[in-house]
């Protein structure tokens, strides 16, 4: 395989801009398993060190991206955004929700969003303060319901709702999204009256490249097995490199286009019955497939492609 090295040419500005995308990457895949292994060598009676803020990356950095704002958001209320599609590391959530860089509180004055996260990365010390850092909450009802019933509004609830399971369909041109059967978001929007905002990001899946692990294969079985043991997937990805743009574990240099929905008005009720949750449930996919629609184009998607659900 004939290996393309990167220029020694190329201006500072981009070896920074791969250097901050090097930590978002390291984070996602190494610095829990750090963490975890030096509290097991370090006393709990340690002096706790928490580490710096999550990177901020330029909206034209290695990964270029833009938040769009279809509608208002009443900052009197809170609500529950879906995103989709998960992706392999969930970037245009992480960038868009977590950072500032591509300005969400510019676009969406007086909101704070708060992205779920798995819980078992909360349960590491010191790499749980790394999250909460970036205004990440566990995935659990109770923290959800923390952030929905505060009182004033403002807050934003981001969930990646395909989860892990879709991140081992995460590849090139894949318009495949988990959210047939994925309706516990939507009885907690109604448990809590919280509009639904559905949020698709155009290139998501174009980051990386992924083994090929179709249903039925031995691989695919061995990944949803090590998911249902642990908790998270290991899709197999791969794209560029530091110095190198043949291989590695760096997203390739693709844009991100997130598009944020109008909000759904969903009504509250303590205890929604399962057809008044399948109702809006079906109202939520009939709006995302419409700003899907409306936007594919502008995106590079060809007319002919649309999303399917699984």
Known sequence: MKVEFAPLSIPLERRLQTASVVHWVFSFLGLGKIYFNVSLEKSLKDSLQTPNSVCVISPHGLLCLQLVKTAELDPSKNYVVGFHPHGVLVAGAFLNFCTEATGFSQLFPGLTPHMMMLTLWFRVPFFRDYLLSGGLVPSDKDSASYVLRRWGGGNVLV??????????????????????NRKGFVRL???????LVPVFSFGE????????????????????????????????????GVFQYSFGLLPYRRPIFTVVGKPIKVEKKHNPSQEEVDRLHQTYIEELCKLFEAHKTKYNVPEDRHLEFI
């Open 189 to 195: 929007a109604m448990e809590h009256g919280a509009p």
């Open 159 to 180: 969930i990646a709702v395909g989860g892990a399971q879709e991140a081992l369909d995460a590849r090139p041109g894949a318009f495949t999204l988990l959210l047939k």
């Open 205 to 240: 899946n174009e980051l990386f490249d992924q083994v090929d692990n179709p249903k039925g294969s031995w691989l695919r079985r061995t990944q949803h097995r090590l998911q249902q043991i642990m908790g998270i997937s290991l899709p197999l990805f791969h794209a560029r």
